[in-house]
Each structure stands twice: as structure tokens, then as C-alpha cells.
């Protein structure tokens, strides 16, 4: 059974740092790894899709990166800002299927 | 991109009512649909699968028979929560394929008094 991991599961840091965050997944047989970021009562935005043959996308400020033998992801999001402060969340579909199977989530928190 | 939308985006029942709701691909056809149930602070959990012209398929630990699923055409899906308990309470959100990649809809939010 797929299991999606992701560390920290909080984090507050100043504006202007580059930051990581992680996501860890227990099956190496995926379809695609998305990330995602979730403000406050509201629904998904769709941040990167990363295909199982690719090793990495970029978008702005984000860069995400897929190492599927490792079962790793990390996203990273350069210069934060206070409006990046949201709850980020990874999503890993299997081979042959759309089911996402969603992380724990990291709520960062970027201060002025 | 790809559109996903979801009706009603927040609905407040009393305690052993059933309500419905709706899921939309607009501009899109989707004979597949998923829906998602999110508790607070929580992360989001893959209920069933919905499909076009046939039975949904739920996942382990989801009761058929209190969350029903209907995949009409092949843009909607309504999700039927009956006899509704506090405990249902939760944000649903549903998702829809085109070609490789999940479009989302924005949510329902379920209030049970």
C-alpha cells in the first residue's frame, strides 16, 4: 500500500529564505507526482506535475524534483514571500491509474 | 486548463437528511471522476471512483451505502451523503482526468448539525 510522507510537517521562516520541502513515497511504481498548495478553507491549486519520466519541473519561483528510485521528491520555492504561506501537499498517482494518493502535508508560514 | 467545478461550495443539513452533491467537468469529458473527503488539518483521503455508465468503486473503509455515487454523463458526478451524522462533517472535493493529468474542483464544505 503507497504511503506519502512529508518533513517537515510544519515550518515558519523569514522572508527572502529558499526553502525545501520534502515528500517521500513508499512505492517506486508511480504514474505522476503533483504538488499542490491548499490556503485556509479553500481547495487545491496545482502547483507542478511531474510525469514518471521526468526528473524535474519548474514554474517561477518553484522547481520540483522527482527521483522515483529513492521514492523522493523535494520542491523548492526560492525567495519566499508572506503569500507563499500556505499548506503544500504531494500527490502520487499509481501506474495505470489516476487515484491520487495524497502526503501529510507541510504548512509553511512565511513572516514579513 | 482544464475546469472542474462543484455544487453547492458549502451546505449546512440538519443530523439524518441526505444531501447531494454535484461535481462538473466544463469543458471537458471525464468518464472517470474521484472524490476526496478532507477532515480538519488533515490531508485528503481518496473515497471512491467514480465511473461513467457504471457502479462506482469505493475504497477500503468507505461505506457504499451511506455515500452514494452517481456518474450520469460524462460530465457530472453527484455524491450523495445520506442520513447524514455529525460526523460526516467535512470538506469533499472532487477531481477529474484529462489526458495525464487530475483537475480539481474547488470543494464542498459539510456542515452537520
Known sequence: KQEVTQIPAALSVPEGENLVLNCSFTDSAIYNLQWFRQDPGKGLTSLLLIQSSQREQTSGRLNASLDKSSGRSTLYIAASQPGDSATYLCAVSASGTYKYIFGTGTRLKVLA | ?113
Open chain 2, 1 to 113: 486548463g482544464a475546469v472542474v467545478s462543484q455544487h453547492p461550495s458549502w451546505v449546512i443539513c440538519k443530523s439524518g437528511t441526505s444531501v447531494k452533491i454535484e461535481c462538473r467537468s466544463l469543458d471537458f469529458q471525464a468518464t472517470t471522476m474521484f472524490w476526496y473527503r478532507q477532515f480538519p488539518k488533515q490531508s485528503l483521503m481518496l473515497m471512491a471512483t467514480s465511473n461513467e455508465g457504471s457502479k462506482a468503486t469505493y475504497e477500503q473503509g468507505v461505506e457504499k451505502d451511506k455515500f452514494l455515487i452517481n456518474h450520469a454523463s460524462l460530465t457530472l458526478s453527484t455524491l450523495t451523503v445520506t442520513s447524514a451524522h455529525p460526523e460526516d462533517s467535512s470538506f469533499y472535493i472532487c477531481s477529474a482526468p484529462q489526458r495525464y493529468e487530475q483537475y480539481f474542483g474547488p470543494g464542498t464544505r459539510l456542515t452537520v448539525t
